[in-house]
């Protein structure tokens, strides 16, 4: 079956996920450490494992990730707004900006990059 997930559930999914994939976390490969994870998030954690394993689960999965390529997407997480793009948690902040209406780069950061001298210079012969 489909377990339908409201907005809350999808958020803490998602985190739990993310969070299990990034620096010491367990991963999401073995199906029994998933449903653990998701169970912990708050939902049956045995039954979106499943449910994930369902040809038509599997379908969408094809479709989002075809989506996602012809979109320009080339890694998560990625973020797509009025058709820019906003890749890494390091972009959120930028993709806060573009939402507001504001320019999203950090003018400030990048003044001060562009600050920064030279580590090395190329010999032109």
Excluded: H
Aim: charge should be negative; hydrophobic fraction near 45%; avoid cysteine.
């Amino acid at each position: 079956g489909d377990p339908s997930l409201d907005a809350g559930a999808r958020g803490r999914v998602i985190d739990a996920l993310f969070d299990a994939t990034s620096g010491d976390g367990p991963g999401i490969t073995d199906p029994d450490t998933v449903a653990g994870l998701l169970d912990r998030a708050g939902v049956d954690g045995a039954a979106l494992v499943a449910a994930a394993g369902a040809p038509a689960a599997k379908d969408r999965l094809r479709r989002a990730t075809e989506d996602a390529l012809a979109a320009g997407v080339f890694g998560v997480p990625t973020m797509i707004a009025d058709g820019e793009l906003f890749w890494g948690d390091d972009s959120l902040d930028d993709l806060d900006r573009f939402l507001a209406g504001d320019d999203p780069i950090d003018q400030a950061a990048l003044a001060a990059w562009a600050d920064l001298p030279a580590a090395a210079q190329r010999r032109r012969s």
